[in-house]
């Protein structure tokens, strides 16, 4: 049996027995069981690089139907592992997102290993809810992210949610999950 990393397995994992194990994304269940989630894992070790395989998964995520591929998880193990320098290459995925003309139509959500919402320890169990085994870029589509909105009771409540999930399952729960 090999023990050499698998980025797709283990971020497979995450999103099954984290995201929605936990139902910290109450709208990751439905893609996952229509099996509408493009995983594409990078090869890129420089940020450049890895901005022009975004481009490209943008465009292709813009001109594949959405009953095809309605979200896409671009894994990027090898590159941006500081989540400060990760922070700021969000601002250059941003700006692609613009110049592409995609504002509006297509968003970008960020995980990573060590993420850290502004304000907290490094060690708040609240910080693993952007958590992901690999830094990896979520691109969403908008009208997609909207009607999950509009079907969903109370989306405001689902943070608070989320941060009672973890403070209850706490850390060694959070390791237990994915080990």
């Known amino acids: 049996m090999s023990t050499d990393p698998d980025p797709i397995a283990d971020t ?3 999103l099954e027995r984290a995201v929605i194990g936990l139902n ?3 709208f990751a269940k439905a893609v996952h069981a ?3 989630i493009r995983y594409v894992l990078s090869d890129a070790d420089d940020p450049r690089d890895l901005l022009e395989q975004l481009g490209e998964e943008l465009l292709l995520l813009r ?3 959405a009953d095809v591929v309605d979200t ?3 894994i ?5 592992q500081d989540f400060l320098d990760y922070n700021d290459f969000l601002d250059d995925a941003d700006a692609l997102l613009a110049q592409l003309g995609l504002e509006g139509v297509i968003q970008i959500a960020s995980f990573h290993p060590h993420y850290q919402f ?3 320890e490094p060690d708040d169990i609240g910080n693993y809810t952007n958590r992901s085994p690999y830094p990896t870029l979520h691109l969403l589509r908008e009208d997609s992210v909207a009607r999950a909105v509009e079907a969903f009771p109370d989306p405001d409540a689902i943070v608070e949610r989320n941060q009672r999930t973890l403070a209850e399952l706490g850390h060694a729960g959070w390791r237990a999950l994915l080990g």
Not at 76 to 80: G, I, T, Y
């Open 12 to 14: 497979r994992r995450w």
């Open 24 to 26: 910290l994304c109450p």
């Open 34 to 36: 229509r099996d509408q």
């Open 63 to 65: 001109d594949t139907p």
């Open 72 to 74: 896409t998880l671009l």
């Open 76 to 80: 990027h193990p090898q590159v941006l």
């Open 118 to 120: 502004a304000g907290t």
